[in-house]
């Protein structure tokens, strides 16, 4: 399985849960998940985060370790333009487009895996959210395409703060 992360993933966990100061392991796992090729960023996705300023911390994380994280897939524009005529709207302005940012592109490429890439966000479900207003994980219930957050990918990825001492011992993390 891969596991696609939204932007949101990385910026709220620096905001509020695993501040690179605090919590470098889990920066150092997602960066070992990156290398295996189980975690990944699409271009779009990094392309958004690298726009910060550039003394902001993660910011500089991502554009050093951009080639790692960078999924190297491609997104097909029919399966682009699948995400947002099903998953949002057919009739969008160019102003809902923009609101929109990555998300089509990050669906586009789980689409043309069938089923192999998991999207990962810290969005939360809104059903009731119509057009562009819509979260990823309604659109991804919508596509069919599997959608977690990253508590969820914590949990299904074993993360420990000590996880290089249990591959050091031959078990998964």
């Known amino acids: 399985?891969?596991?696609?992360?939204?932007?949101?993933v990385l910026i709220d966990a620096e905001r509020d849960y695993y501040t690179m100061e605090r919590v470098p392991e889990f920066w150092d796992w997602l960066l070992h998940l990156a290398d295996s090729g189980q975690a990944k960023l699409p271009i779009e996705v990094l392309e958004?985060?690298?726009?910060?300023?550039?003394?902001?911390?993660?910011?500089?994380?991502?554009?050093?370790?951009?080639?790692?994280?960078?999924?190297?897939?491609e997104a097909v524009i029919g399966n682009v333009r699948r995400a947002v005529n099903e998953g949002y709207a057919a009739d969008l302005t160019e102003d809902e487009l923009?609101?929109?940012?990555?998300?089509?592109?990050?669906?586009?490429?789980?689409?043309?895996?069938?089923?192999?890439?998991?999207?990962?966000?810290?969005?939360?479900?809104?059903?009731?959210?119509?057009?562009?207003?819509?979260h990823l994980p309604d659109v991804c219930k919508t596509l069919g395409v599997p959608c977690i957050d990253t508590f969820e990918l914590l949990r299904r990825l074993n993360f420990r703060t000590d996880w290089r001492n249990t591959l050091r011992l031959g078990r998964r993390p």
């Open 1 to 8: 399985m891969i596991y696609l992360l939204d932007a949101n």
């Open 98 to 134: 923009q609101k929109l940012g990555a998300d089509p592109f990050l669906l586009a490429h789980a689409l043309s895996m069938d089923g192999s890439i998991t999207l990962v966000t810290m969005e939360v479900s809104k059903p009731r959210r119509e057009r562009a207003n819509r």
């Open 48 to 73: 958004e985060l690298s726009r910060g300023q550039r003394e902001d911390p993660l910011v500089m994380w991502v554009k050093r370790h951009k080639a790692a994280l960078l999924w190297t897939g």
